[in-house]
């Protein structure tokens, strides 16, 4: 079974809320998908180590395994397309956590979309919902833009979020 990139979406929504038990139908909602496509991509998760089922509908992402991913497998199982700059929703360096925190003259990435409030470089997003999903939850939208940044970043910018991400993952799994 192959790994698409809709999985790291679904995954990266459960973890960034650690406490809440998602169904299917919740998560298609928030991640503007249906439920088979998520109920497929957990499916796929499990096949390729990145998820745990304990039972009927009761799975959880395996930390280490997707922080691995993330941070090694990620830009080059779905490297990112650098496009014209557009109107968008700000992501890796241009977003928080790393907003603000590298100095340099680069402007904004973005995910094209109409609710954006940044021009920039258009990034592919990790999956086409992922702007609209970022839009409506800051915790996961935080995580997006550190895989953004690993999946576009030069060596410092990738160093920088790989530090982040881990300290994000960490913090999220503490206050669970």
């Known amino acids: 079974m192959e790994l698409k990139p809709q999985e790291l979406l679904v995954l ?14 919740a998560l298609a909602k928030e991640l503007s998908m249906s439920a088979a496509e998520v109920h497929a991509s957990v499916k796929r998760a499990i096949a ?42 700000p992501t890796a360096h241009g977003a928080p956590p790393l907003q603000g925190v590298l100095l340099g003259g680069d402007e904004t990435p973005v995910w094209a979309h109409p609710k954006g409030s940044a021009r920039g470089a258009s990034i592919s997003p990790i999956y086409r919902t992922a702007p609209q999903a970022a839009l409506a939850d800051p915790a996961l939208h935080r995580l997006l833009a550190l895989l953004d940044s690993l999946r576009i970043g030069r060596a410092r910018e990738r160093e920088l979020a790989t530090k982040f991400l881990i300290e994000e993952l960490r913090g999220l799994d503490a206050a669970a």
Do not use: C, M, N
């Open 12 to 25: 990266l929504k459960v973890s960034a809320h650690p406490a809440r038990k998602f169904t299917f139908a």
């Open 48 to 89: 390729a180590g990145l998820v745990h089922q304990r039972g009927r509908g009761d799975w959880s992402p395996i930390r280490p395994a997707l922080q691995e991913f993330l941070l090694h497998g990620a830009r080059y199982a779905f490297p990112a397309e650098i496009g014209p700059a557009k109107r968008g929703v």
